[in-house]
């Protein structure tokens, strides 16, 4: 994604993909710096925290700064399953100073095995996921690195260990890497576990693909991460205003391609940040990104804000590389949805659904050309066209957008 993307656009586009996806079929995966949990006012901030995870929904939820078991039980008891008994978590590693956990959604994944790296600092957790629908694996690692301007050679050292790692997993691993690094820029830890990726199938890209100081860069405000105030709250969190981009998912190449486990960069979401709060509190006047008690929950929960992604299982979902011809596209009366052509054709199923996943129209067609579709059969807004092409041998998925303009 350039770094020269429209916010607003931007935000607009990522709230109809994760819509969509929501429909389609996916995981959602978010990562979450939880600002030393429990300990530091830990049951006081429980309510805020489970507001964000019941505004949020993860299927994955990928912490850092848990202090303990104990924590992550009360976490997974008092925030993920107060409502309803749905996730588990990872068996526990109590390392050096604070550490990684995830918890699960049961009915999406498992976790096959959890594996901790030991750094001159934190350890590094590795755990293996398997989706329950496809029976597909992939890693998650979650990391939190050295803190400090004066500790980016600390932070290149833990970053050694993780690319040795991710260079010593099989042939054509997909793998997600994520938490909060503490680069301030595109320095060296960062560019030793990103930039390589040319030379190598085993490095990393980062999806928003942003090769330039993002540190207290007004440019840049719609990726920051910490911190979430600019007052000093008794949880001792980090003050300052949102001017850091310190919380980061990564992936394997793999994962930007369109065959298997597929990462849309437009998923990527930083929860809460809506571009117009630099160097200020996630709360302070309007965010027209989250409703104003999810703001101040954020606020008052922890000094980092979520980063949320979304995978989708391509194998099990599957959609051809090629996409639908729709014209003309806005849609004023009428519009043609051509299909690819196959010698085989036998039938085709179009499905279209609204921005919130209900399915709104829904026909068949023996023709192997193309359909029709008349705008008075939709209210004004964004569409989401699957079609199902069904061939003597194959049924073949494609998709498309629409906006129905009138």
């Known amino acids: 994604m350039s770094a020269l993307f429209d916010r607003k656009n931007r935000t607009i586009f990522v ?40 505004y949020v929904k993860p299927d994955l939820l990928v ?21 309803k008994n749905d996730f588990s978590f990872a068996p526990f590693n109590d390392g050096p100073d604070t550490d990684n956990g995830i918890f699960y959604r049961r009915t999406k994944v498992s976790v096959i095995d959890a594996l901790y790296i030991p750094t001159i600092n934190r ?15 992939f890693y998650i690692f979650s990391v939190h690195l ?18 040795r790692h991710l260079d010593s997993l099989e042939m054509n691993a997909d793998y997600l890497v994520m938490g909060d690094f503490n680069f301030y820029h595109n320095e060296s830890g960062y560019c030793l576990l990103v930039d390589s990726v040319e030379h190598s199938q085993k490095g990393l890209r980062d999806p928003l693909n942003i090769p330039f100081v993002w540190h207290d860069n007004r440019k840049y405000s719609y990726v920051h991460t910490q911190s979430t105030r600019t007052e000093k709250l008794p949880d001792n969190g980090a003050d300052g205003g949102l001017d850091d981009r310190f919380d980061l998912v990564l992936c394997s190449p793999g994962f930007l391609d369109t065959a298997g486990l597929f990462l849309p960069v437009e998923s990527y ?30 606020y008052y929960a922890s000094d980092h804000l ?13 959609t051809e590389a090629g996409e639908l011809i729709v014209l003309p596209n806005p849609v004023q009366r009428q519009a043609q949805i051509k299909l690819p052509y196959f010698e085989d054709f036998q039938n085709a199923k179009i ?7 209900r399915r709104v129209y829904e026909m068949e067609t023996l023709n192997p050309n193309s359909i029709i579709i008349s705008s008075d059969k939709f209210d004004i807004g964004i569409y989401f066209v699957c079609v199902q092409v069904r061939t003597k041998y194959n049924v073949r998925h494609y998709q498309a957008k629409i906006a129905i303009v009138k």
């Open 15 to 54: 709230f109809f993909i994760a819509l969509f996806l929501s429909y389609a079929g996916e995981l959602k995966i978010v990562t979450y710096n939880l600002l030393n949990f429990p300990e530091n006012y830990g049951y006081q901030r429980l309510k805020y925290f489970r507001q964000i995870m019941d």
């Open 63 to 83: 912490v850092q700064e848990m202090q303990s078991e104990q924590g992550m039980i009360l976490f997974r008891d008092s925030v993920l399953n107060h409502a």
């Open 123 to 137: 350890d590094i957790a590795r755990y293996r996921i398997r989706i329950s629908d496809s029976n597909r694996d």
């Open 146 to 163: 050295k803190s400090g301007t004066d500790c980016e050679y600390i932070r290149l050292q833990e970053a050694r260990i993780l690319r």
């Open 269 to 298: 979401m930083v929860f809460g940040n809506d571009g117009n709060h630099f160097d200020r509190s996630i709360n302070s006047g309007i965010n027209y990104a989250v409703p104003a008690e999810i703001a101040n929950a954020l």
């Open 306 to 318: 979520p980063v949320c992604v979304h995978i989708v299982d391509c194998y099990q979902t599957p």
């Open 351 to 357: 499905t279209i659904t609204n921005i919130l996943g």
